[in-house]
């Protein structure tokens, strides 16, 4: 068989060690029965349900009928910018605070994008910051700071 939809191959492909991954790591954990769940119980069968998910996506990018594709080249610069903007934003949460912390994850993110504009930039901040204090502050009472400490006191 050959891979005519690779794009899907590779999705497939990331969905089954994802998925697998979940079920290997759930597994350590108590799994219970369907009338009474244990902690690993669901993250194990959702970990199997992703796995056959991928299976099926992986397989279908075999098909002789419809489109081929090939996989485009990765854009490392965008990659980098992304992944860099995750961990900074792990590394500032605590000492600039949430609101300080999602306009920087966002501004430095965007920076990924090749249609990058400040206007965009910062109203996509100002919403994603709005949606995590409603979200995480006062919707579930997530105990992290809102603001830097030294605009605290």
């Known amino acids: 068989m050959r891979i005519r939809k690779q794009t899907d191959f590779f999705s ?17 954990y108590t799994m219970g029965t369907a009338a009474r769940m244990g902690p690993g119980y669901f993250p194990f069968w959702l970990g199997i349900v992703l796995a056959l998910l991928g299976a099926v996506v992986a397989i279908g990018a075999m098909s002789p009928t419809g ?10 610069r ?9 961990v ?3 590394l500032v949460l605590k000492p600039l605070g949430m609101v ?4 920087l994850l966002v501004l430095i993110a965007s920076m990924a ?8 930039a910062l109203l996509n901040a100002a919403v994603l910051v709005v949606i995590s ?5 006062y919707g579930i009472n997530l105990q992290m700071p809102v603001w830097p400490a030294f605009l605290s006191a």
């Open 88 to 90: 900074l934003f792990g």
């Open 67 to 76: 489109e081929s594709d090939r996989l485009a080249r990765w854009d490392l």
């Open 113 to 120: 994008s090749h249609e990058f504009t400040w206007r965009g």
């Open 78 to 86: 965008t990659v980098l910018w992304v992944l860099g903007s995750v």
């Open 133 to 137: 204090l409603v979200a995480f502050v």
């Open 100 to 103: 300080l912390s999602v306009i």
């Open 12 to 28: 497939g492909l990331m969905f089954i060690v994802v998925g697998l991954g979940f079920s290997l790591v759930a597994r350590g």
